[in-house]
């Protein structure tokens, strides 16, 4: 799109801050998002859902993003002071003063990117992770890890009573304990069980979305509002059903996108 070969792209992640920069250079405008699909479950390879994992001996079954920015991130764009001990997340006894130790992924990557958007990112501003090193030297932060990809993170905690980190649901090992998450600090927890996950309960979720180079004051192209319209059909989403794979959107998410589609500049 940005070269200008394609009209619209379907992209099976999150838009990069680079992506949308590089298309607002050319364009003057930045790209239109919509929401198509769910993800899957714990498809590998397949936009699985992210699960936040603890070694299986952590007391800890819950957290809020709240919790979870105030641990992984410099910003705390969420507010609250840091969380560097198990206690400061709401662990008692002997795990209260014990280090929290973050397990990460070295920017930039999907899983990362995506985490970074839904917990650290808020109140219109980027977060900004506690920094790591990938190269087994001292990293910047004495409690703080980047793997260079997801594939060591679940073993990593498995490995570390006091670890914590993010992974995709396919890449979930013995050894871990995948915990429930809550948006906010007292909000209902909801760990990522299949009937979470495809309802869109558990917040971390994920979508596949349509990228569209669309003007603004023009109207879409007559081809692709048509395209757009089908696949935001139940008769659309039964198609992803179909499939097995992906995940349908739920009725209240295709109204959200047919109306960021008609809303859209």
């Keep these: 799109m940005v070269k200008g070969n394609l ?25 239109l998002s ?37 641990a992984f991130s410099t910003t705390r764009n969420r507010g609250g002071s840091p969380a560097v001990t198990w206690g400061d ?16 992924l070295q920017p930039w990557n999907g899983f990362e990117e995506f985490v970074r958007q839904r917990v650290l990112n808020a109140n219109g501003k980027r977060g900004e992770w506690r920094p790591g090193a990938t190269d ?32 995709g649901m396919a890449y979930v090992d013995q050894g871990v304990k995948v915990i429930a998450l809550s948006e906010h600090n007292g909000g ?45 059909s139940k008769q659309g989403q039964n198609v992803v059903s179909g499939q097995q794979v992906f995940l349908p959107l739920r009725a209240q998410q295709a109204e959200a996108s047919k109306k960021a589609l008609r809303q859209a500049p």
């Design 188 to 232: 209902t927890a909801y760990p990522p069980t299949y009937e979470n996950v495809a309802s869109a309960a558990y917040p971390l979720s994920r979508v596949t979305y349509f990228n569209v180079n669309k003007r603004p004051g023009k109207q879409l192209d007559p081809v692709m509002e048509e395209l757009m319209r089908f696949i935001l």
């Design 89 to 104: 997340l709401g662990a008692t006894g002997k795990w209260a003063d014990k280090p929290v130790h973050i397990v990460g």
């Design 136 to 167: 087994g030297s001292a990293p910047a932060d004495p409690n703080v890890h980047w793997e260079k990809t997801v594939f060591p993170i679940a073993k990593d905690v498995k490995d570390d009573p006091y670890a914590i980190g993010y992974t």
């Design 7 to 31: 009209d619209c792209v379907f992209v099976s992640r999150e838009l990069k801050p680079t992506d949308i920069d590089g298309f607002h250079d050319a364009f003057g405008y930045d790209p």
């Design 34 to 70: 919509v929401p198509i699909s769910g993800g899957s479950y714990r498809h590998f390879g397949f936009l699985d859902s992210i699960g936040i994992v603890v070694n299986k001996d952590n007391p800890i079954d819950k957290l809020s993003f709240d919790q979870l920015d105030a």
